[in-house]
């Protein structure tokens, strides 16, 4: 999917537009491809935790945690390599916590969208809760 013509994600905004307008693309797609939104934006109470961009609940009942990463180059690994271990960590967390609060529990899985220089790449189970 190029997504050149999008100018939050062409260098044209600040760092808080092209994220926002990463999701608002990622989201779309992901509904496009079967997913339904759960949450946007889920936080974890307090300091240091964690943070997801879409919970999402597939075809199947997974539940989807996705991070949106968004990069301007492809340079550095690009945009999926810049979630690193932390990272990582953190989304778990926040997965387990969102999780917690709920009756029912369901297969989840890990998801990342990338967008470097302007394109889109879905990468399903990109890392395990480990």
């Known amino acids: 999917m190029d997504l050149s013509r999008f100018g939050a994600l062409a260098g044209k905004a600040s760092s808080k537009q092209s994220g926002d307008a990463a999701e608002d693309i990622a989201l779309r797609h992901l509904q496009q491809a079967g997913l339904i939104l759960l949450v946007r934006n889920y936080r974890t109470p307090g300091r240091g935790?964690?943070?997801?961009?879409?919970?999402?609940?597939?075809?199947?009942?997974?539940?989807?945690?996705?991070?949106?990463?968004?990069?301007?180059?492809?340079?550095?690994?690009?945009?999926?390599?810049?979630?690193?271990?932390?990272?990582?960590?953190?989304?778990?967390?926040?997965?387990?916590?969102?999780?917690?609060?709920?009756?029912?529990?369901?297969?989840?899985?890990?998801?990342?969208?990338?967008?470097?220089?302007?394109?889109?790449?879905?990468?399903?189970?990109a890392f395990d809760a480990d």
């Not at 935790?49 to 492809?74: K, N, P």
């Open 49 to 125: 935790g964690g943070e997801i961009d879409l919970i999402m609940r597939d075809r199947d009942g997974t539940t989807v945690f996705v991070e949106v990463r968004a990069r301007r180059a492809v340079g550095h690994g690009g945009a999926a390599a810049s979630i690193g271990s932390v990272k990582r960590r953190r989304i778990v967390f926040a997965a387990r916590h969102y999780l917690a609060g709920r009756a029912l529990q369901s297969p989840c899985r890990f998801d990342v969208v990338a967008f470097d220089a302007g394109q889109l790449q879905w990468l399903q189970a």
